[in-house]
C-alpha cells in the first residue's frame, strides 16, 4: 500500500485532517529530545470516534493479507518529551487541534477529603496545561504533579508519561490523580477504564470483546506473578521505567486500613507512552494549593551530611526540596547579563539587588558544591515561616550557611536559576545540542555521599566532549543532567552511547531507577532489561501483547520485539546529527 492509498483510506474513515504537507511531517519527526523520526503521516481526530476509527483502519490494513506490516499509531500531544516518545514512521495521531477541550471543574464532596483530593476535573489529551491549570485555578484547586514544562506541555503528555515536578515531592506525581481514562484500543473499539470493584470487575471478564481478554488476562497476569511484581516495584519515590503493573491493583489486604480491593487499569495506562491504548478523556483529582511559601536556603559545601539533611528537613512536611549545584551557580553568575537582560529593567535592576549577597558569600566562603531550597507552603505567610524556621533549627548543629526567605517574591531569584540556568546555557554557547540521555534517574537519599562523588567522577572522564548541570529534586533523590555537546562529531554521539550504561549501572546498584518523570521512550528502552531483569521485561512483553497484539501502538518504546524498535541500535540510528 502507497502513502496516497493510506491517506485516502483514513480520509474516507474519519472526519478530522489527514496530512502528508512536508512542514507538517517534519514538525512531528521531532520532540525535545536528541532523535528525528520522519512520520509517513499525521491525522487530526476531531473525537474519540475519529481516534477509534484510524486506529480500526490500521489495524484491518495490518490484518489483512499482503498489506504492510510496518503500519503504526502514535500518539502526539504537545511534543515537549524529551525520551522520543511521540516520534515515528507510522501515523501521527495529533490531538491538540480539535481534542483540546475542558470539561468540567468541579469540588468534590467530604469522602474526598480523606484521600487528599479537593476535586475534579475532566480533560481532552490536546488541551495544553497552562489552560487546563487557569479552569482549575477559578475553583481554587490546581493539579500538582504538573512537570517544568508546564508553559509548553500538554495533558496528553502529562497522562501518559505519569509526570512529575517540584511539588511531587508532598503530592506525588500523576499516576495518583488518574481517576478515569477513556480510551481507544487496539481494534479501535472504545472502554472507561476506572477503578472497579472484585465483584465489577468480574462482570468485566464476562465480555467478550478486547475489553473483556484484557480484564481477563492481565488479572491472571498479576495473580500468576504477584510476588515477582511486588520484588521489582521500585524502591524509590518516583518511577516511569516500564509498565506500572504495581499499580493497577490495590486495597484489600491488613494493610488497606479496610478498604476494598479495586482494580483499575488507568493507572497502567498512564506512564504508558501509548503504547497500550490511546487515551481521549481523563478525569483527573485535584488538590487546593496552600497560599503562602517561605523558602530556606543551605549553602552546602560538604557532600558527607547531605543524607543526614534530608532525614531532618523531610519531617518538616517540604512541599519541594530542590537544589542546583556549583556548575549551575558559576553559569549563573557567569552569564547574569544575558539573564537579567531578558527581563524588564525592574525586574533585571531588583534581581541583580538580590543576587549581592550570594554573590559576597561566594567571595569569602566560594562556590557551594549545592545549593539546597526547601519550600513550605502553608495557608498564612508566618505559618509558612514557622515550618522553614522548625527546619533551620534542625539543622542548627551542622554548621551550615542558611538563610530564610519569607515570601515568593524574595525566594524567585533561586528558582530563576534553578529552572532558567540550563535555557540561558543553551542559548549562548552556539553549535551545542542538548542531549537528555541520562537526565531523569533517581536513586534513594541515603546514598548521597557514595553516589555524587562516583557520578561526578564519571562525568569528569567524558568532560572534553560535553557541558552539563546539574539540577534535582534533592527531597527524593531525582536528578536531571542535560549534556550541551556538539552531535555533528561522531565521537560524541558515540559518547552517549558509552557513558549511560555505566551511570545506569550506578544507579542501579544503589537501588534507583533510570527515569523519575521523563520516561522510557526511545532513549531509555534499551536499558530496561538492565534495570528490571529478563523476567520482568517477559511481563511487560505479556502486556504489551494482551493489550496490542498487533504492535500498533508507538512500537518499540517500553518493549523490545524483534525489528519492531527499542534497541541500542535504534537510538544510534535515530540520533540527530548534521541536521541541527
Not at 501515523?91 to 479537593?118: C, I, L, P, Q, W
Not at 536556603?297 to 539533611?309: M, Q
Not at 543532567?481 to 565521537?491: F, H, R, W
Not at 520485539?561 to 541500535?569: E, I, K, V
Request: proline letters at 5%.
Amino acid at each position: 500500500m502507497t502513502t496516497a492509498e493510506l491517506k485516502a483510506a483514513l480520509k474516507g474513515a474519519m472526519r478530522g485532517e489527514v496530512s502528508d504537507d512536508a512542514a507538517v511531517l517534519t514538525a512531528a519527526s521531532r520532540d525535545t529530545s536528541l532523535f528525528e523520526r520522519m512520520p509517513e503521516l499525521v491525522v487530526y481526530p476531531e473525537d474519540a470516534d475519529d481516534v477509534g476509527a484510524v486506529v480500526k483502519t490500521i489495524s484491518a490494513l495490518r490484518q489483512a493479507q499482503g498489506e504492510r506490516a510496518d503500519l503504526s499509531v502514535t500518539a502526539r500531544s504537545a511534543g515537549t518529551d524529551m525520551s522520543g516518545g511521540p516520534l515515528t514512521t507510522g501515523v501521527v495521531v495529533s490531538f491538540t487541534k480539535h481534542m483540546n477541550t475542558m470539561g468540567e471543574v468541579e469540588r468534590s464532596e467530604d469522602t474526598e477529603a480523606e484521600r487528599g483530593m479537593a476535586g475534579f476535573a475532566v480533560t481532552e489529551p490536546g488541551v495544553y496545561y497552562r489552560d487546563f491549570e487557569k479552569a482549575t485555578l477559578e475553583k481554587g484547586l490546581i493539579l500538582p504533579s504538573y512537570p517544568a514544562s508546564r508553559e509548553l506541555a500538554a495533558m496528553g503528555g502529562i497522562v501518559s508519561n505519569d509526570a512529575g515536578g517540584e511539588r511531587t515531592l508532598k503530592y506525588g506525581k500523576t499516576e495518583k490523580y488518574v481517576e478515569e481514562l477513556d480510551v481507544v484500543l487496539s481494534d479501535g473499539s472504545q472502554a472507561l477504564f476506572k477503578a472497579l470493584t472484585p465483584s465489577e470487575l468480574e462482570e468485566k471478564k464476562k465480555l467478550q470483546t478486547l475489553e473483556g481478554t484484557i480484564y481477563r488476562e492481565m488479572d491472571a497476569l498479576l495473580a500468576e506473578n504477584a510476588a515477582l511484581i511486588e520484588e521489582h516495584r521500585p524502591k524509590v519515590s518516583k518511577n516511569s521505567a516500564g509498565y506500572a503493573l504495581w499499580s493497577i491493583s490495590t486495597g484489600g489486604g491488613p494493610a488497606s486500613g479496610g478498604r476494598e480491593r479495586t482494580f483499575n487499569l488507568a493507572k497502567l495506562i498512564c506512564g504508558s507512552q501509548g503504547t497500550l491504548a490511546l487515551w481521549t478523556r481523563a478525569k483527573l483529582a485535584l488538590v487546593a494549593p496552600k497560599g503562602h511559601r517561605a523558602m530556606l536556603v543551605i549553602f552546602l559545601y560538604d557532600l558527607t551530611i547531605l543524607p543526614e539533611i534530608v532525614k531532618r528537613v523531610l519531617p518538616q512536611n517540604p512541599e519541594s526540596f530542590e537544589s542546583f549545584d556549583d556548575h549551575t551557580f558559576t553559569l549563573a553568575v557567569k552569564f547574569m547579563p544575558q539573564m537579567l537582560s531578558q527581563m524588564g529593567f525592574v525586574k533585571a535592576a531588583k534581581l541583580g539587588i538580590d543576587f549581592i549577597p550570594e554573590i559576597e558569600l561566594v567571595a569569602t566562603g566560594g562556590v557551594p558544591k549545592l545549593l539546597l531550597m526547601a519550600e513550605f507552603a502553608e495557608d498564612t505567610i508566618e505559618a509558612a515561616d514557622a515550618k522553614a524556621c522548625m527546619a533551620r533549627g534542625a539543622l542548627a548543629n551542622l554548621n551550615l550557611k542558611m538563610k530564610i526567605e519569607k515570601n515568593e517574591k524574595e525566594s524567585e531569584k533561586y528558582w530563576i536559576v534553578r529552572r532558567e540556568s540550563f535555557n540561558l546555557l543553551r542559548k549562548n554557547l552556539h553549535g551545542l545540542h542538548t542531549a537528555p540521555f541520562i537526565d531523569d534517574f533517581v536513586v534513594p537519599p541515603s546514598c548521597y555521599p557514595e553516589f555524587l562523588p562516583k557520578l561526578n567522577a564519571l562525568l569528569d572522564e567524558y568532560a572534553s566532549h560535553f557541558i552539563y548541570t546539574i539540577a534535582g529534586h534533592i527531597g527524593n533523590g531525582n536528578f536531571h543532567i542535560i549534556p550541551l555537546m556538539d552531535l555533528s562529531k561522531e565521537e560524541n554521539r558515540q559518547v552517549i552511547l558509552d557513558l549511560a550504561p555505566k551511570v545506569y549501572e550506578l544507579v542501579i546498584k544503589e537501588g534507583g531507577t533510570t527515569t523519575g518523570e521523563h520516561n522510557d521512550g526511545i532513549i531509555r528502552t534499551p536499558y530496561l532489561p538492565m534495570l528490571f531483569g529478563s523476567e520482568m521485561v517477559a511481563l511487560f512483553e505479556k502486556t504489551k501483547n494482551i493489550f496490542d497484539p498487533l504492535n500498533i501502538f508507538n512500537p518499540g518504546k517500553k518493549v523490545s520485539l524483534p525489528g519492531q524498535g527499542g534497541t541500542f541500535a535504534d537510538i544510534k540510528r535515530d540520533m540527530i546529527r548534521e541536521k541541527i
